[in-house]
């Protein structure tokens, strides 16, 4: 079995990027992906907040050509699902319900998944009035009615941030106070178009082929009402995919790793790239920049293997 220079865990921008970086600087470089490339990247419809593409780029074309820079040099991509990892040796073991692959470092680009809302016809609903990214998609909805489900810092940004292109926004938050720290409350009140709905949930998505609105039902009074909405933007967190890491990496209590802006993790010569770290902001611009960091980093322990 051949040992690779890195082995990258997921094919995100994130992990596509550390695949350019480290080919092009003639490491033998493995990408294991399980689905497709770009990650969550691949179901934004149009992506406009990425350097480079004057008229946007959908997310799907955007990931492909992310795998096709990479792979120019000469990173391959092996599709398979990592049932278990070995990472404590110096050769590190990743195991795939594809086989088993050996490397001196690996990096762990994963990625995180927004939480659902769990109701019925949400995945059928997705962009197609259901959305887990405002700044990804809030671009459709100028001028348009919109909502926001969630209470944090994450929904009251989100809620701001759409108020300034919809003309209507509802926030619709399940406990009576948001969670959203004070320096989000002041401008809050002050966004003359953002109707917040407290006590709340979104029981029920209204519409057939595209959303139209959302059931709600009060959890105090456990009274039901109808708003119209052209979208809905479910912002109540995000799971980072961290859970074969358990017990391997240390990980913060949300289960991000814990990984400083050199992406070195608790464990040599394994670093932790994109959505799946520590970080302040989750984009695709802040992944990228990730990957090549990385590559820095693990060519600095390579020297020294």
């Known amino acids: 079995m051949s040992v690779y220079d890195i082995i990258i865990i997921g094919g995100g921008p994130a992990g596509y990027t550390a695949a350019l970086y480290a080919a092009r600087a003639g490491f ?23 350097p480079g593409f004057d008229e946007g780029i959908d997310g799907f074309t955007l990931g492909m050509k992310m795998q096709s820079s990479a792979e120019r040099f000469g990173a391959v991509t092996e599709y398979a699902e990592v049932t278990a990892l070995d990472l404590k040796g110096k050769i590190k073991k990743v195991i795939t319900d594809f086989g088993e692959f050996e490397a001196k470092t690996v990096i762990i680009a994963t990625g995180a998944n927004p939480r659902e809302l769990n109701l019925p016809r949400e995945k059928e609903l997705l962009g197609k009035g259901v959305h887990y990214c405002a700044h990804c998609d809030g671009r459709f909805y100028r001028d348009k009615i919109v909502a926001v489900v969630g209470g944090g810092n994450s929904a009251v940004s989100d809620a701001l941030y759409l108020s300034r292109l919809a003309k209507k926004v509802y926030l619709i938050h399940r406990r009576d106070t948001l969670r959203a720290t004070k320096i989000y409350h002041e401008p809050l009140k002050t966004a003359e178009n953002i109707e917040f709905i407290p006590d709340s949930i979104v029981a029920e998505f209204l519409g057939e082929q595209r959303v139209s ?84 980093f693990a060519e600095e322990y390579l020297s020294n293997f």
């Open 28 to 50: 033998n470089t493995l990408v294991i992906e399980r689905m497709s490339a770009g990650g969550q990247l691949a179901l934004t419809d149009v992506v406009d907040n990425y």
């Open 213 to 296: 609105g959302a059931k709600l039902k009060n959890l105090k009074s456990g009274e039901e009402t109808e708003i119209s909405s052209d979208g809905i933007f479910v912002s109540i967190g995000r799971e980072p995919a961290t859970g074969l890491l358990n017990n391997i990496l240390d990980l913060d209590e949300y289960g991000y790793i814990i990984a400083d802006e050199t992406t070195k993790t608790s464990i040599e010569g394994v670093f932790a790239v994109g959505d799946v770290r520590q970080k302040a902001l989750r984009q695709i611009v802040t992944a990228v920049s990730d990957g090549a960091t990385a590559v820095h």
